[in-house]
């Protein structure tokens, strides 16, 4: 027998019909009956690692399996239902449901706006994410908009997830896969942003999900809070950028905290993530043995020209000691110019102007750490700056860089974005 609340954690509130224990007695029940999720993997695979996830928590629950290059879609398709059903990854309280996979398709429990893929496999048919997830409130219209950038490909369909009273509430929006802006309006909607509004965003590709872009909005500010899978190694809502032709993905990676998405607390529903420090997932670069100069950029989007933003986030310089040398980890973040196009790696690096004019490795620095500025091994600190946007700015680009001689190893795992000009009041509303 299970328990109500397992069932109710596990099946999508906004799509799916909730049962009762007496209308989930055992495996085998119809489908139909239990609301359901169907995508088929297409191709084969690159080789590597291959994750999905959920988001009906904000540390995300997920199960990861290993490709081997050239294996056909339904090998992984029959493989990653055997780890699901294997590892009760999400949790559904027992045998009562049995993942299906037949030939390339999966069928899942519950709604497809809650699945998403993450890792390193980047055949099958997986979409590229989207990046740059912005979420800004409007006190005087009482609405929600919603900015982002899409890959060059473009989505059959992209999927909004909304969770709200501490997951209490859900809601879920499909629109057209070349989007790349929504305005949510609260005057239709009954969420609750005084508890803050949790926002996740992800394409569809031939029913595939892509990796999610997601952001927290809480009154004036907006916070990546999520325990999220990454994404080719590369953390949601952030881009790599590299001195090479293409960035070797081999120079980014992501490194896992205690296994933190494994816990959840007494008594809850579903894993929180309350502070910072609690983000199971961090962002490392690292220079090979011959040196070089890489990074991570995201911008923050339809923001308010003539207003003051603080900026924070969290860097590390994990192991690095005072013997090594010939390497600086910075954070720089300016704002941007109307009309303009995104900043390149030369101009990154500090390399060529800005489109201020500005130029030099200094431009735009919040912080900076090498050789003779350490954190505490492993430990992050937070860097804070203010931004005033001039009046013909609506957006600011954040970009880490890191450069080293030799072999090096950095870290990032947290950013945050808090509106100054925004009154208490108007963030309260």
Request: aromatic fraction near 8%; hydrophobic fraction near 35%; charge should be negative.
């Amino acid at each position: 027998m299970f328990t109500k609340k397992a069932i109710l954690r596990n099946i999508v509130v906004a799509t799916c019909i909730l049962f009762t224990l007496a209308d989930i007695t055992a495996m085998g029940q119809p489908l139909e009956r239990l609301g359901h999720c169907n995508f088929s993997l297409t191709g084969t695979a690159s080789g590597g690692k291959l994750i999905l996830a959920e988001n009906l928590n904000r540390n995300a629950m997920f199960v990861s399996l290993e490709t081997k290059p050239g294996e056909s879609a339904s090998i992984v398709a029959q493989r990653l239902a055997e780890a699901i059903n294997s590892s009760n990854a999400f949790n559904w309280g027992g045998a009562f449901f049995e993942v299906i996979a037949s030939g390339d398709t999966i069928t899942l429990l519950g709604s497809c706006a809650q699945y998403m893929s993450a890792g390193t496999e980047v055949g099958l048919g997986i979409p590229k994410p989207p990046s740059s997830l912005s979420c800004n409130f409007d006190s005087e219209s009482k609405s929600v908009t919603l900015r982002w950038i899409n890959p060059s490909e473009d989505y059959d369909s992209i999927k909004i997830v909304l969770n709200w009273d501490h997951y209490d509430h859900r809601g879920e929006i499909e629109i057209p896969g070349t989007s790349e802006s929504y305005v949510l309006d609260l005057n239709k909607r009954s969420i609750n942003l005084v508890t803050g509004l949790d926002v996740w965003l992800f394409g569809s590709s031939g029913g595939v999900p892509s990796n999610a872009a997601a952001i927290r909005l809480d009154g004036n500010s907006q916070e990546e809070l999520f325990g999220i899978p990454f994404a080719n190694d590369i953390a949601p809502n952030w881009k790599a950028w590299s001195l090479d032709t293409a960035p070797n993905m081999e120079k980014f990676t992501c490194s896992i905290k205690n296994n933190l998405t494994a816990v959840r607390e007494k008594g809850k529903r579903y894993n929180s993530i309350k502070t910072n420090d609690a983000k199971p997932f961090k962002q490392v670069l690292k220079t090979p043995a011959q040196g070089g100069t890489i990074g991570i950029w995201r911008k923050f989007l339809g923001l308010t020209p003539g207003h003051t933003y603080k900026l924070s986030a969290r860097l590390s310089t994990l192991e690095m000691s005072a013997n090594d040398t010939e390497w600086s980890f910075s954070m720089h973040a300016v704002a941007d110019r109307t009309g303009k196009k995104e900043l390149t790696s030369n101009q990154m690096a500090g390399l060529e102007a800005l489109p201020s004019g500005e130029t030099g490795p200094q431009v735009g620095r919040i912080a900076e750490h090498g050789p003779g500025k350490l954190t505490a091994k492993n430990e992050y600190v937070i860097h804070s700056a203010e931004i005033t946007l001039p009046e013909d700015s609506d957006s600011i680009t954040v970009w880490l860089r890191h450069t080293g001689k030799g072999t090096s190893r950095v870290g990032f795992d947290w950013i945050k974005l808090e509106d100054l000009s925004m009154t208490g009041n108007e963030s309260e509303k």
